[in-house]
């Protein structure tokens, strides 16, 4: 316990009750906080799903591309025309 370093052990120990009390939390200041959290979450949901869209669109363009040079490389190596390269 912390030593007082007022004249009146009155007021100390009415601070020590206080601060006794206080070292949890109560139930509205966390229902406040899950709340707060709770709308914080529903404003960057929306945000979150377009950034995998265009996640999801990059890879698939990406996949296009590498199909495309694939077919290419295949058709330089082996020296011939494919159907759906032309």
Do not use: H
């Not at 009390?21 to 404003?43: D, N, P, Q």
Request: charged share 20%; proline share 1%.
């Amino acid at each position: 316990m912390m030593r007082c370093k007022c004249a009146s052990r009155v007021a100390c120990r009415w601070s020590y009750a206080l601060w006794d009390r206080r070292l949890g939390f109560t139930l509205i200041e966390l229902l406040v906080v899950i709340a707060i959290i709770a709308i914080l979450a529903a404003i960057l949901f929306p945000v979150f799903s377009q950034a995998r869209e265009k996640a999801r669109q990059a890879t698939c363009i990406s996949n296009n591309r590498n199909i495309i040079m694939a077919a290419i490389q295949y058709s330089q190596d082996y020296e011939t025309r494919s159907s759906c390269i032309t």
